[in-house]
């Protein structure tokens, strides 16, 4: 009875993989159809959740392929594509090369988007405080409790800072939004990196949890004095102040798909071990410096051959015609460059029977 | 004339018992499934800490530390103002319906409060979230810190979030189910005793207090677990309201974590193995409070039964 979300994901599981299995049967029994009776299963990540189900009721729409997605969160979505119960993982934290072997997986980045603060003080509207990561990694340690202090006042010279509280606002939900805001400021505060570290969830020293991004906004649009970190689409969404910030090349600047697309396009994508690429203080001019990529996880075994085209045919249009919808929802599209290493890297890892899967040759000449 | 001789039973008797008791086979052993799964699953987590679990403070899972202290603290606090909210309340409401009310109106507000029972706990939490924790924040919380702000209870920023919120929160949730059982105990009560407690010339409060109550009492205590079994594994309403937070403070403004919202917020995301099974242990310790709660109800009852009178 306490476990009712676990109990939940696994009837929903096994709803899920008694329909597919209808189906497959289905499928195999009637005439076989190419694409109308096809189901791809993912499991994973919440943050690019109301992105993928989009995109998946539009490619349903064209093509008849019907892709489930499961925002189960993260961890649900590696262990199942680790049992193989699903045809993709997803997760905001990508993981290391090492643990990519031993799980026998691959991973590449899927859409980009950005980690923004937000504050709530009297007279400060979108745009105006300006912030610097220590100044951020002093604020959530405790270390600087009111909003006149001297910090952040030498930050903003025109500004009448409050005599007030500072009550932080962290998600209290194991999130990829707080893994790539803690790994910024692990990146630019030796204190952060000593007393927190860089995770989905940390031990906040002070403030207060909110669970998920709606959450953390509901309560800063709350709280007198509070400060919060948001995915960037709920920091546009809600009307919050979101602050500008200093990156690494010394600029103050404002968080748009603009600067995440700059510190998308300084990143080494193509020698970073498992396409592990971390995009928080990028070097470029106009980079936001909490932009972070959300991964897609698949087994480097492919069983069904057919399937797993199917599925990369899917991905491959995610990339190339997926980007107007995300947009719109305020996500970021990857540069050509790097849709078009991830490709060569799929043909390069994903074979089965020694045959590689893609590029899609002649549309009948690849039946099994 | 065989019927009521109690020689021949019959097939569909022995059917009868053996379904009754295949079914409550069934239940026991589910019971003890989830017992011994959570105990399996949170194994990892014993041997590392082992009790130390229990009264540790710590929840890092970046250095891979847990301790449920904080969990168990804020489960027991919001739970005992819920309680202290709730059980006068249901107690003044059963009361009213039952001894004081027309019975039409009886009737109407029966039916409102068995209503609130089939509200769903999530919208309990949103509406806790976005309409009640903003009215306490701007109305309240400033009035108490104004007055009780010496105590160490009203401290810090009225954020309306909080433990007070979740307890008052759950006070609402399980006002309907203690006070519909308090309304049934009273009822319970046999007019003659009352008429009798009346022609003594008893006042209304004499006979409520002396006769009523009393005669109730076992089935009032009842009540006061049912409630208190609800109260403490709420998950999604006070999941929304609490303000999450690892920390053990007097002050009811602060921002804490219970049990179940720790789980609800943290399962989804914890893919590392000793953070998993501390999860669970953290589901196991709930399990134990809960059955440590029913035992203790148990043996009260017990007691209650010698020393009230009262039937049941």
């Given amino acids: 009875m306490k476990t009712s979300n676990f109990d939940h994901s696994i009837k929903a599981l096994a709803i899920f993989t008694l329909i597919s299995l209808m189906l497959t049967v289905a499928s195999c029994t009637g005439k076989t159809d190419r694409a109308e009776n096809l189901i791809l299963n993912g499991a994973g990540a919440t943050f690019p959740y109301p992105l993928y189900s989009k995109w998946t009721s539009q490619y349903n729409e064209l ?29 905001d934290a990508p993981l290391d090369k090492e643990e990519l072997d031993r799980l026998q997986l691959i991973q590449f980045p899927m859409v980009m988007g950005g980690v923004v603060p937000v504050v709530h003080v009297k007279g400060i509207g979108p745009g105006k405080l300006r912030l610097t990561g220590p100044v951020i990694a002093e604020i959530y340690l405790g270390a600087i409790t009111r909003w006149n202090d001297p910090a952040i006042k030498e930050l903003n010279p025109g500004i009448t800072l409050p005599d007030e509280d500072i009550t932080t606002v962290h998600r209290a939900d194991g999130s990829g939004t707080t893994w790539i805001f803690s790994n910024y400021l692990t990146k630019v505060s030796p204190a952060w990196a000593r007393e927190m570290g860089n995770a989905k969830v940390l031990a906040w020293p002070v403030g207060a949890g909110g669970k998920g991004n709606e959450g953390v906004s509901a309560y800063v649009q709350r709280i007198e004095g509070s400060m919060g970190y948001v995915e960037f689409a709920y920091a546009m969404q809600s009307g919050l102040s979101y602050a500008l910030l200093k990156n690494h090349a010394g600029n103050f600047v404002a968080p748009s798909p603009g600067s995440f697309f700059a510190a998308a396009s300084m990143a ?66 990857l540069p050509q460059h790097v849709v078009d290493g991830i490709e060569s890297y799929w043909s390069r890892t994903l074979a089965a029977g020694g045959k590689s899967l893609w590029p899609p040759r002649g549309e009948k000449g690849d039946k099994e | ?201 008893a006042t209304t409060w004499e006979t409520t207090s002396k006769v009523t109550v009393r005669f109730g009492a076992k089935g009032l205590m009842g009540a006061f677990f049912l409630g208190l079994g609800r109260a403490i594994g709420e998950t999604m309403a006070v999941t929304f309201v609490i303000g999450n937070n690892h920390s053990i403070s007097a002050s009811l403004f602060s921002a804490g974590n219970s049990i179940a919202s720790t789980l609800a917020n943290e399962f989804t995301e914890a893919s590392d193995p000793l953070y998993l099974s501390s999860l669970v242990e953290l589901g196991l310790v709930l399990f134990a409070m809960t059955l440590l709660v029913q035992t203790i109800a148990h043996f009260w009852l017990r007691h209650l039964g010698k020393t009230t009178g009262g039937r049941q």
């Fill in chain 1, 268 to 333: 080494d994508w193509e020698n970073a071990p498992g396409y592990r690429v971390v995009l928080t203080e990028q070097p470029a001019e106009e980079s936001w410096p909490i932009t972070g990529a959300s991964f897609i996880l698949l087994r480097k075994e492919q069983r069904n051959s057919g399937k797993t085209r199917a599925l990369l045919k899917f991905l491959d249009w995610c990339y190339r015609y997926g980007e107007k919808s995300a947009s719109g929802l305020e996500y970021v599209p």
């Fill in chain 1, 63 to 91: 093509t008849g392929v019907k892709v489930i997605y499961q925002s189960i969160g993260s961890g649900g979505g590696i262990a199942q594509i680790r049992a193989g119960t699903v045809d993709f993982g997803a997760t």
């Fill in chain 2, 1 to 201: 004339m065989k019927i009521g001789s109690g020689k021949h039973t019959g097939y569909g008797d022995v059917l009868f018992k053996a379904a009754t008791f295949l079914s409550a086979l069934i239940f026991s052993l589910a019971m003890a499934g989830v017992a011994f799964e959570l105990a399996r699953s949170s194994r990892l987590s014993i041997a590392k800490f082992g009790f130390g679990f229990l009264w540790s403070q710590a929840w890092n899972p970046v250095t891979q530390d847990f301790g449920a202290l904080s969990s168990i603290y804020g489960t027991l606090v919001s739970t005992l103002i819920a309680m202290v909210i709730a059980i006068p309340l249901s107690l003044a409401i059963a009361l009213f319906l039952v001894e004081l009310a027309p019975p039409a109106l009886s009737r109407w507000v029966g039916y409102a409060i068995e209503l609130l029972a089939a509200i769903p706990s999530i919208i309990f939490g949103m509406w806790g979230l976005f309409v009640f924790a903003p009215f306490l924040a701007d109305h309240v919380q400033p009035f108490l810190q104004k007055f009780g702000g010496f105590t160490p209870f009203f401290k810090g920023p009225p954020m309306g979030i909080g433990m007070m919120s979740a307890g008052i929160i759950l006070a609402l949730m399980v006002l309907p189910f203690t006070s519909a059982v308090m309304r049934e105990v009273f009822s319970m009560t046999p007019p003659v005793l009352k008429e009798a407690a009346y022609g003594m010339g």
